[in-house]
Structures are given as structure tokens and as C-alpha cells.
């Protein structure tokens, strides 16, 4: 069985420049995630989907970020503009049933983002 | 926002058993505890899952006491490979959201 898909796997760019990241979740899986990693932390919810619709999405910083899952199976997160402290590993993950009871979450390798 | 707590981090020798223990005051009453092990570069990869009790796999245990306010995953007999970030997932009490902890960075030594 195929895993989490995301690309690019690294990225650098300069301040207040724009970046988008892609997520192709395991076949079948209703719910998506994208958490932000920093280096030295635990991953941190940003957004969830079940299938095309939002679920939570509290600590997005909607200012600069957005994220969409048209179809509801891909999904895409964009930065603009980024700031030095977007640099994170953003994680892509996906879980069949989506409900928070079980936590089973399949996480992809992730996307490295270097703001310089 | 409910915390869940766990030693920043741990050592260990091959062959031995090791214990990592979580805290989550605000666990909700219908969730679930789940420990992760996430290597460099790597995303998290699922390692266990109980509700209460003890949970057993062919790679760990999982102890939950009644109260489910903490958990503590073990990892019997340990290898090189088992040097990991260990982070445990449960249901934030109100929201249901999902909370990764500070995460356990054991490091197992020859």
C-alpha cells in the first residue's frame, strides 16, 4: 500500500516570498492533516480536513497561510509571504475513519522550509 | 489548552527494557491514548494504541491505569534502532483536538 506523498521534499526561500506544499494521502482516507514540525518540538496541528470540508483549523495563521483539498483527496498548503520563523518541516497526514478517538494517523516524510 | 507531559529525555542500553511515561490530566472520556516514534527526517510513524488497561503488540506495551491520566509505553529489550523521539497523542479533554506531546528522545547506547 502506497504511503503519504508530499513534495518538495526541501525547500528554500527568502522572507515575504511564497511557497506551496502538496499532499496525496494514502487511498481511501476521508481526513487530512497538516501539522507544523519545528525543529526541537512535537508536530502542531495547523488544519484538518474530512474529505473536502474543514474541521479545525484554529491554529492556522490565516494571514499568510492557506490550505485547500479540492476533491478531497489531494491537498495543497500555501505561505505567503513567508517569515523567518515559517521554517518547520510541515508534515501531511491521513487517517481513514478521521475521528479523534482513534489518533492512527499515517504521516508522510515531510516538507523541509528554509526561510532565510 | 490541556498538556500532555513526558521527560525531555532518556537513555538506555541495548537488551534493556525501557519505560517512558506520559501525563494527560484532560483527557476526554471517549478518547484514545496513542504513543508515535519518529526518526530524523522522518514523519511519525504509529507505534500503539489502548483505551485502558494494558495493550500489548509485537513491538511495545501500553499501561494505562484507571484514572487514564497518564500512560507509559514500554519498550522491552531495546536495540541501536529504537533511538527515537517518542511522542504520545490523545484527545485534548474539550475539543477533541489532536495534541502531540513534548516528546521523549531516548537514546540507546552499545
Known amino acids: 500500500e502506497a504511503g503519504v506523498a508530499q513534495s518538495p521534499r526541501y525547500k528554500i526561500i527568502e522572507k515575504r516570498q511564497s511557497v506551496a506544499f502538496w499532499c496525496n494521502p494514502i487511498?481511501?482516507?476521508?481526513?487530512l492533516y497538516w501539522y507544523q514540525q519545528i525543529l526541537g518540538q512535537g508536530p502542531k496541528l495547523l488544519i484538518q480536513?474530512?474529505?473536502?470540508?474543514?474541521?479545525?483549523d484554529s491554529q492556522l495563521p490565516k494571514d499568510r497561510f492557506s490550505a485547500e483539498r479540492l476533491k478531497g483527496v489531494d491537498s495543497t498548503l500555501k505561505i505567503q509571504p513567508a517569515k523567518l520563523e515559517d521554517s518547520a518541516v510541515y508534515l501531511c497526514?491521513?487517517?481513514?475513519?478521521?475521528?479523534?478517538?482513534?489518533?492512527?494517523?499515517?504521516f508522510g516524510e515531510g516538507s523541509r522550509l528554509t526561510v532565510l | 489548552l490541556a498538556k500532555t507531559t513526558q521527560p525531555i529525555s532518556m537513555d538506555s542500553y541495548e537488551g534493556q527494557e525501557v519505560n517512558i511515561t506520559c501525563s494527560h490530566n484532560?483527557?476526554?472520556?471517549?478518547?484514545?491514548i496513542t504513543w508515535y516514534q519518529q526518526f530524523p527526517s522522518q514523519g511519525p510513524r504509529f507505534i500503539i494504541q489502548?483505551?485502558?488497561t494494558k495493550v500489548t503488540n509485537e513491538v511495545a506495551s501500553l499501561f494505562i491505569p484507571a484514572d487514564r491520566k497518564s500512560s507509559t509505553l514500554s519498550l522491552p529489550r531495546v536495540s541501536l534502532s529504537d533511538t527515537a523521539v517518542y511522542y504520545c497523542?490523545?484527545?485534548?479533554?474539550?475539543?477533541?483536538?489532536?495534541?502531540f506531546g513534548t516528546g521523549t528522545r531516548l537514546q540507546v547506547f552499545p
Open positions: 497526514a491521513s487517517s481513514f475513519l478521521g475521528v479523534a478517538d482513534t489518533g492512527e494517523l499515517f
Open positions: 487511498s481511501g482516507h476521508a481526513t
Open positions: 480536513f474530512q474529505n473536502n470540508g474543514v474541521v479545525d
Open positions: 484532560n483527557i476526554a472520556t471517549n478518547d484514545y
Open positions: 489502548g483505551y485502558k
Open positions: 497523542l490523545v484527545g485534548e479533554g474539550n475539543t477533541d483536538k489532536l495534541i
